[in-house]
């Protein structure tokens, strides 16, 4: 009687000291963040959250930044909720008065260009330099610049060639 009495105690034991058995992946979940603005792949990501995701890691997951992204504005440390929308902004990005004068001195101004400069347009030579100016003087300063099509010897396809690089 007596064993049978200590079976039942190790048996009673043995049931109510045993922990339940947890999964590891039932206590992982999955998480959706939206990620727009300045990432590579604007986009629902949808993550498995252990408990310690990051705003980089949504990031990561979306592509990574873009080259315009002001990563600066937001905090690639803070933690993640689900439903979260997170928009990565745009950099500003400053010109100073002598990067636009830059910018635009590139462009050959059709109604001031002398013929060396006309020549240094895609397909203009110095006949047809000559030409262009010849057509300013006797019509007066281009009021756009399709009107140098005017101009014999410059047609659609030699237009599409340089007029990226002409202004009046």
Known sequence: MLISLAILFFI??????????????????????????????????????????????????????????????????????????????????????QDISAASSDLVNINTADAEKLATLKGIGPALAQRIIDYREQNGAFKTIDEIKNVRGIGDKKFAAFKDKITI
């Open 12 to 97: 009673g034991l043995d049931e109510d000291e045993t922990p339940p058995l947890e999964s590891p992946a039932s206590s992982v979940k999955k998480i959706s963040v939206y990620l727009s603005g300045q990432v590579k792949n604007i986009s629902v990501v949808e993550l498995e959250d252990d408990g310690t995701l990051k705003l980089v890691d949504a990031v990561n997951a979306a592509g990574g930044l873009t080259e315009f992204a002001d990563a600066d504005a937001v905090n690639l440390a803070a933690p993640l909720t689900d439903g979260q929308h997170i928009h990565i902004p745009t950099k500003e990005i400053f010109l100073l008065p």
